[in-house]
């Protein structure tokens, strides 16, 4: 059975730092593109980053990108999220999931998706 568990949500100030976790399960993480996604209530949850099965080509959301930095440590099953320089508007749930497939920061092709951890950034 795939499990994904996020991990390091949290409330922090703006333009600080945290630091979210992604570790999978039941599944060979080394051969899937990882996602991330980010959902406030009443809009649709959107792609903030990917990183691809060979752990080299990153992908980000033109809001993020200069702020995030996803990586992965496929010898422990896990990836990260990096995010610094954190404003109000980077509120919400963070999802991460996985596909097998380039990299991508469209919902829709993703295959296996955790339950989320929640950011708020408040001062």
């Known amino acids: 059975q795939v499990q994904i568990v996020e991990s390091g949500g949290g409330l922090v100030q703006p333009g600080g730092s945290l630091r979210l976790g992604c570790e999978g399960s039941g599944l060979f993480l080394p051969h899937f593109t990882i996602g991330w996604f980010r959902q406030v209530p009443g809009k649709e949850r959107e792609g903030v980053s990917s990183i691809s099965s060979s752990g080299g080509p990153t992908l980000y959301a033109d809001s993020v990108r200069g702020r995030f930095t996803v990586s992965r440590d496929d010898a422990n099953q896990t990836a990260h999220l990096h995010m610094m320089d954190l404003t109000p508007e980077d509120t919400g749930v963070y999802y991460c999931?996985?596909?097998?497939?380039?990299?991508?920061?469209?919902?829709?092709?993703?295959?296996?998706w955790g339950q989320g951890t929640q950011v708020a950034v408040s001062s």
């Open positions: 999931a996985v596909r097998r497939g380039p990299m991508s920061i469209s919902l829709y092709e993703y295959d296996y």
